[in-house]
């Protein structure tokens, strides 16, 4: 699967020529974490993909770095943190109303960037890389063909109150 190789092997920031926006993750200590424990998500998302959203086997077949800290979160954290998602959920919206395909990644120092072509339904998607202690300040969306830049907001960041382990 293309998608598969570009998660794998586009590792040096490449850019198709039109169509595609960068998720820039900057100024987090374990930026290399993070960015693994997506990539290994969105892997294991894609090899599953006619895997029910509610089976209980997504929590083994997902990195722990994520599965773990979705599972410290309470009702209250979802309320307030819209940008934070269900592990189904994210699931779900995988399955169901991905607009963007990977296409590369490249590690900065305290940070990265993914490379998607289409749009990356922030709202759907920043869950994983939010619930591993990023805030949401530290993560902003480049729509590379209008040049314009999205911040993402919620009613209360759970990462001002709270660390997940």
């Not at 794998?8 to 974490?33: D, F, L, Q, T």
């Not at 699931?91 to 169901?96: C, L, P, S, T």
Request: glycine share 4%.
């Amino acid at each position: 699967m293309i998608e598969i190789n570009n998660i794998k092997y586009n590792i040096k920031g490449e850019k198709p020529s039109i169509g595609y926006e960068i998720i820039h993750v900057r100024g987090i200590y374990n930026a290399k974490e993070v960015l693994e424990n997506f990539k290994s998500s969105v892997i294991t998302i894609l090899k599953n993909i006619n895997l029910n959203d509610e089976d209980t086997r997504w929590e083994k077949l997902l990195p722990a770095g994520i599965v773990d800290k979705i599972k410290q979160l309470d009702d209250d954290n979802f309320k307030y943190d819209e940008l934070l998602d269900y592990l189904d959920s994210t699931i779900n919206n995988y399955q169901e109303i991905k607009e963007w395909e990977w296409y590369s990644s490249l590690e900065v120092e305290n940070g990265f960037d993914i490379i998607v072509k289409g749009d990356f339904n922030a709202g759907q998607f920043i869950s994983f890389i939010h619930c591993q202690n990023v805030p949401l300040a530290n993560i902003r969306i480049v729509n590379a063909d209008k040049n314009e830049y999205y911040e993402l907001k919620t009613f209360k960041d759970y990462t001002t109150y709270k660390t997940l382990k």
